[in-house]
């Protein structure tokens, strides 16, 4: 890393101002995840309260594979999963309010949580639903990664 002088908190501080002053689109991933018994992970945030799948934006170095463990371990306390397929990209700018995100879908089989998220003030839990259970809405418009593996079939998503 060229900064490694810099204080991880300030690197955070311009990482972000970079990212928004660059322009670019930030490159992300998202677990549409379920255990073998068919129930959907979800988490809930801490900054807006909503339901979401687990994931994020990869870090300076990262590939996706990496950046989906990490999520996955860092979210959802999962630390055993089974990657399925790539369910495509989405890249609408209005899906994130935050900045223009390119994220990518990935459906996973996981093991059920085994420990908390580690950091409560972005995650505020993991769980499990079934079907029946799922919320109406997720954040960020995460509802249409969700649909696509709901409704089966091999369709890959470029948007």
């Not at 934006?57 to 790539?86: F, I, M, P, Q």
Request: charged share 30%; with cysteine.
């Amino acid at each position: 890393m060229i900064l490694r002088w810099l204080p991880k908190a300030a690197y955070g501080i311009v990482h972000e101002a970079t990212r928004h002053l660059l322009r670019r689109p930030v490159v992300g991933i998202s677990a549409v995840a379920r255990t073998r018994d068919g129930r959907w992970l979800l988490i809930r945030r801490g900054d807006t309260g909503t339901w979401g799948l687990p994931g994020g934006t990869l870090e300076w170095g990262e590939t996706l594979r990496t950046a989906l463990d990490r999520e996955l371990d860092e979210e959802a306390g999962v630390t055993s999963l089974e990657l399925v397929r790539v369910l495509g990209a989405w890249s609408k700018p209005s899906r994130d309010p935050r900045f223009h995100a390119v994220t990518i879908g990935v459906e996973c089989i996981v093991e059920a949580p085994t420990k908390a998220p580690k950091n409560p003030l972005e995650i505020r839990e993991a769980r499990l639903f079934r079907d029946d259970e799922l919320p109406e809405t997720l954040a960020f418009d995460m509802h249409d990664l969700l649909a696509v593996v709901r409704q089966g079939g091999t369709q890959t998503v470029l948007e």
